[in-house]
């Protein structure tokens, strides 16, 4: 029978989030502890640990199926592969940054500067759609302190909180690209391997949905009802049962995490109580 390879970052911002999807999707590993290969004992699924960089050149030469990598790194090394599904983690952008003593007066700015970066090719795109002529230095990490010893004026790297920048005495000027974790897969799956991809992706989605909602339990009196369910509608319709107590009901529903502070207020002033809000592991909608 045919295994799904799944490359995944062995050591770094991405692994943890990335096996934890595949442990939550149910698929138990035989030995996670990052050798090179790990394999499942109940899904048709082994996992290959490698630097992210690695990783879209092993999908488009077909070493590994599908891969989890940074949308940076696929625009950087410009392999041919597909995005799969985007997972919401990881989330930063690559931004252009100069020294925070220089007033900022725009692109031009950027004009005969010397930027060092590890994202030549994007950088290098945008330079060229912004019809800027810039010298790009390449290196490969700490690029944030390249300004600091005279290496060069600015940099374009990723930013996520924005600490890196202002520990540097830099600003962030222009957000080139946003960011997060995505799958990408070979752009020829067999058959039976999209199969498996298929079965592997409804578990994901199941998962994501479930942390994107709450399960709510709450009490109100009875002629409150029709109000309630107008404000957690729920999948369905919410579940509602008798209390022991006349005139009360208990509602059960579900609610989109994003929503929940604006839902309580409201069931609140319906008169609800004892409101009890629950994580959902998974959810199948
Ligand atoms: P490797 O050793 O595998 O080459 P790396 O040093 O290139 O690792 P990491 O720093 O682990 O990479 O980052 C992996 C990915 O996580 C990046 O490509 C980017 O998509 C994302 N990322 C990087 N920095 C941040 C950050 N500060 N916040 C959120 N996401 C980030
Ligand atoms: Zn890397």
Redesign the pocket.
């Known amino acids: 029978m045919s295994q799904l390879k799944i490359a995944v970052?062995?050591s770094?911002?991405?692994s943890e989030k990335s096996l934890a999807l595949i442990v939550e999707a149910g698929i138990s590993l035989n030995n996670s502890d990052r050798r090179l290969i790990s394999r499942s004992s109940n899904f048709p699924i082994e996992i290959l640990f490698l630097?992210?960089?690695d990783i879209p050149q092993y999908v488009a030469d077909g070493v590994a199926d599908i891969g989890i990598v940074?949308e940076?790194?696929i625009y950087e090394k410009n392999s041919p592969i597909r995005v799969v599904e985007k997972l919401g983690f990881?989330?930063?952008r690559l931004s252009l940054a100069i020294s925070k003593s220089v007033e900022y007066t725009g692109i031009n700015y950027f004009n005969g500067k010397k930027i060092a970066t590890s994202y030549p090719k994007i950088l290098g795109k945008y330079l060229l759609d912004n019809n800027i002529k810039a010298e790009i230095h390449e290196i490969s990490g700490s690029v944030e302190i390249a300004p600091g010893i005279g290496l060069a004026d600015s940099i374009f790297d990723?930013v996520?909180s924005g600490s890196t920048l202002i520990s540097n005495g830099l600003q962030e000027v222009e957000i080139v690209m946003k960011?997060e974790a995505v799958i990408i897969g070979d752009l020829n799956l067999s058959v039976e391997k999209q199969k498996i991809l298929d079965k592997l992706l409804f578990r994901i989605r199941s998962v994501q949905t479930a942390r994107n909602h709450k399960y709510v339990v709450l009490n109100a009196p009875s002629n409150q009802v029709s109000k309630i369910i107008e404000i957690i509608p729920g999948m369905k319709s919410p579940t509602v049962v008798p209390l022991a107590k006349e005139g009360w009901v208990s509602i059960h529903s579900v609610l989109k995490e994003n929503e929940f502070w604006d839902i309580i207020d409201k069931l609140q002033e319906c008169g609800a109580e004892g409101i009890l809000v629950m994580p959902i592991e998974k959810m199948v909608v």
Do not use: E, M, P
């Open positions: 970052q062995k770094g911002r991405l630097r992210d960089d940074g940076n790194v990881a989330r930063c990723i996520s960011s």
